[in-house]
């Protein structure tokens, strides 16, 4: 079942042009001269309801006008969208009691206020009755182990505790679909993971459809199933993780430490990346070229040590983004 349904939507922005100097700008006031700028340019897509969903693209894709046209905050110049049966354009205030939003560089929370009471507020706004809020406020705080500090002045928590507080917050009202824009920006790779395994948590025991956007590709890598990717306001690429990784992974990185100096050509299916003395790191187009190939060629006997590695999702994702061919570097 399609909990967001997004069809030929469109965003066009006009934007004044000013000209240097003083001049420049007596000339925009006067007689003001515009461009208009695609940010958004006919995408479609669907999410199912209890999908993780990473939408991710390069500064200026259009990743954060389509969020916002999916959460009702700006009106989109064509096409459809329907969140949750609901349309954001013209039933806003309705759709809010159906979604959660969470941005990891802006702060909803009431810094002076406690967790607590900062749920106990959210809840009040969202109309909750008391003891439909104790009750979950009790629930996520065992889901998100906020034990320790849910009675300590948000001002006073560590950003990695603030960020689970958020998250805590935006679902005092029972979200059906939250929107999680960069939610672990900032944070040390410890409590990322901690984050990540939350995240996981929430979709899993309480069936909430996660809209990610991030830069981070352990985010994406670890969370998702499937990847919009997204570049100068079109879709270039809708996919399974596991699809990326199968048509963008057929290449392996071979470092291997050798006892001497071993001659080994570019050839096909092979490409030498760096050469130094005793050491090779080798590109391989696993189509074309096997492991066992390659360990023929140099000598099992002259190995003595050897790493195996994928091409790294980051430079798979940077690559389709410039709609070019993966490289190694």
């Known amino acids: 079942m399609s909990i967001i349904e997004v069809k030929n939507l469109n965003k066009k922005f006009k934007i004044k042009e000013k000209e240097k100097g003083i001049r420049g700008s007596i000339k925009s006031i006067i007689k003001p001269e515009y461009r208009t700028v695609s940010a958004v ?17 390069p500064n200026g894709a259009g990743k954060s ?15 459809e969208i329907m969140v949750n049966g609901i ?3 013209k039933e806003r205030k309705k759709l809010a009691y159906k979604i959660g939003t969470v941005f990891g560089q802006k702060e909803q929370l009431w810094t002076h206020l406690t967790p607590y009471d900062n749920f106990k507020f959210f809840g009040a706004i969202y109309d909750v009755p008391d003891n439909e809020i104790e009750n979950r406020i009790q629930e996520l705080k065992e889901t998100f182990e906020l034990q320790e500090f849910i009675n300590t002045p948000v001002r006073n928590l560590s950003l990695g505790q603030r960020i689970r507080c958020e998250i805590v917050a935006s679902l005092i009202h029972k979200p059906e679909i939250l929107f999680l824009d960069e939610p672990t920006i900032g944070l040390d790779p410890v409590v990322k993971e901690n984050i990540r395994k939350l995240i996981k948590k929430m979709n899993k025991e309480l069936g909430t459809t996660i809209f990610l956007t991030s830069h981070d590709v352990g985010d994406i890598e670890k969370l998702c199933k499937r990847v919009i990717i997204v570049n100068k306001g079109k879709i270039i690429m809708d996919d399974t993780m596991s699809n990326l990784k199968y048509h963008y992974l057929d290449r392996k990185i071979v470092e291997v430490k050798l006892k001497e100096k071993v001659a080994l050509n570019n050839e096909e299916g092979i490409n030498i990346i760096k050469e130094k003395a005793n050491g090779l790191k080798i590109e391989i187009d696993s189509k074309k070229k096997t492991i066992a190939d390659v360990i023929k060629m140099l000598d099992t006997d002259k190995i003595i040590d050897m790493n195996i590695s994928n091409i790294p999702l980051e430079d798979i994702i940077t ?7 993966v490289e190694v570097f």
């Open 41 to 57: 340019n006919d995408i479609s897509f669907t999410v199912q309801q209890g999908e993780i969903l990473a939408f991710i693209g």
């Open 65 to 79: 006008t389509t969020i916002k046209m999916l959460t009702g905050i700006l009106y989109p110049s064509g096409g």
């Open 87 to 89: 349309n954001p354009s």
């Open 319 to 325: 690559s389709i983004y410039k709609g070019a061919k």
